[in-house]
């Protein structure tokens, strides 16, 4: 698990401040995808437009219309988050990260470098 939580974070850190969408695109889809597999359910969607919406947490199942929990930020925000350089408090303070239903306060699954 160590080596791939590795290898996400080579590939986000390589995004990091860069303006290749492209490398930004993979870099977001890649985490996204491990961290859906680290928390996998419905309970709680994640949403990191324009690249891709994830569905995480065990409990409520969500299916159709809009989920009970909702967590959006751009892609910046997102891998921010993952190494620490974008604090989950702050960033919810001034509107970066927009939360709402239970459970999408998500701040104990960042960073991941821990």
């Known amino acids: 698990m160590d080596q791939e939580r590795d290898a996400v ?24 995808k491990w961290f859906a597999s680290l928390h996998p359910g419905r309970a ?8 891709m919406v994830v569905q995480v947490l065990g409990g409520t ?18 891998l921010g988050l993952l190494t620490g350089e974008t604090d ?8 970066s990260i927009t939360a709402s ?7 104990e699954y960042f960073p991941i470098r821990d």
Do not use: C, K, Y
């Open 9 to 32: 974070l080579e590939q986000v850190s390589a995004a990091i401040g860069g303006t290749d969408r492209e490398v930004i695109a993979g870099a977001v889809r890649t985490s996204l």
């Open 44 to 51: 709680v969607e994640l949403r990191v437009p324009p690249f």
């Open 61 to 78: 199942t969500h299916r159709r219309g809009t989920p009970p929990a909702v967590v959006e930020m751009s892609p910046q925000i997102w």
């Open 88 to 95: 989950w408090a702050g960033a919810v303070a001034n509107g």
């Open 101 to 107: 239903g239970e459970r999408s306060d998500l701040s």
